[in-house]
């Protein structure tokens, strides 16, 4: 079983910075994508960022030149630092693995969702 555990949410008022972390764990053999979602109170859940194993990333529109998306593959860790927050982007922010196999059956291929960190920013 494959487990996704984020940290560094929390409250910031508008204009700072936070980091965000997601630690995936297990037998991994390998991920495909990871990611970053986020879904405010009333709303659907909806892509931030993702990156696949070759570094390639992904934004959506509203945050592009704020946030920046990394990946360790070495620690299968994503990054997601984001600046010049605002309160719009309060909302809880899932980590996602996209494309996972694991050693013990690296012919079948999950997606796993991390429990999700809530971010707040105040105006």
């Known amino acids: 079983q494959v487990q996704l555990v984020e940290s560094g949410g929390g409250l910031v008022q508008a204009g700072g910075s936070l980091r965000l972390s997601c630690a995936a764990s297990?037998?991994?053999?390998?991920?495909?994508?990871m990611g970053w979602y986020r879904q405010a109170p009333g709303k659907q859940r909806d892509l931030v960022a993702v990156?696949?194993?070759?570094?390639?990333?992904n934004y959506v529109d509203s945050v592009k030149g704020r946030f920046t998306i990394s990946r360790d593959n070495a620690k299968n860790t994503v990054y997601l630092q984001m600046n010049s927050l605002t309160p719009e982007d309060t909302a809880v922010y899932y980590c996602?693995?996209?494309?996972?196999?694991?050693?013990?059956?690296?012919?079948?291929?999950?997606?796993?969702w991390g429990k999700g960190i809530q971010v707040n920013v105040s105006s």
């Open positions: 996602a693995a996209r494309g996972v196999r694991t050693v013990v059956r690296p012919d079948v291929i999950s997606d796993y």
């Open positions: 297990g037998s991994i053999f390998s991920i495909n994508a």
């Open positions: 990156i696949n194993s070759g570094g390639t990333t």
